[in-house]
């Protein structure tokens, strides 16, 4: 079992920066991949980034490449998006999730956490 908790979410102008944070217990993370997806009023889960627990290759979604980042912290067990450039459809709930490396599956969801980004 993997818990996982977001936090950093907000109200921001567009063009401003938020930092998600999601704090991760339980089994060993380092043979998860991390996500992190948003869901936007009316819309679909769709995925952002993502990234091994264990280091290594980082994935984003086009919509996002050269605005966001996504790292871990291995000593505080946390997995952060950094956002910059924010623009207003990037306003959603934003989720982190894990799965096993070798699933397409991610069995793990935190509650969410809004972002909102004004024009």
């Known amino acids: 079992q993997v818990q996982l908790v977001e936090s950093g979410g907000g109200l921001v102008q567009a063009g401003g920066s938020l930092r998600l944070s999601c704090a991760a217990s339980?089994?060993?993370?380092?043979?998860?991949?991390m996500g992190w997806f948003r869901q936007a009023p009316g819309k679909e889960r769709e995925f952002v980034a993502g990234?091994?627990?264990?280091?290594?290759?980082?994935s984003y979604s086009d919509f996002v490449k050269g605005r966001f980042t996504i790292s871990r912290d291995n000593a505080k067990n946390t997995v952060s998006l950094q956002m910059n450039s924010l623009k207003p459809e990037d306003t959603a709930i934003y989720y982190c999730?894990?799965?096993?490396?070798?699933?397409?599956?991610?069995?793990?969801w935190g509650q969410g956490t809004q972002v909102t980004v004004s024009s």
């Open positions: 339980g089994r060993t993370l380092s043979t998860y991949y």
């Open positions: 999730a894990a799965r096993g490396v070798l699933n397409t599956r991610y069995n793990w």
């Open positions: 990234m091994r627990w264990s280091g290594g290759t980082t």
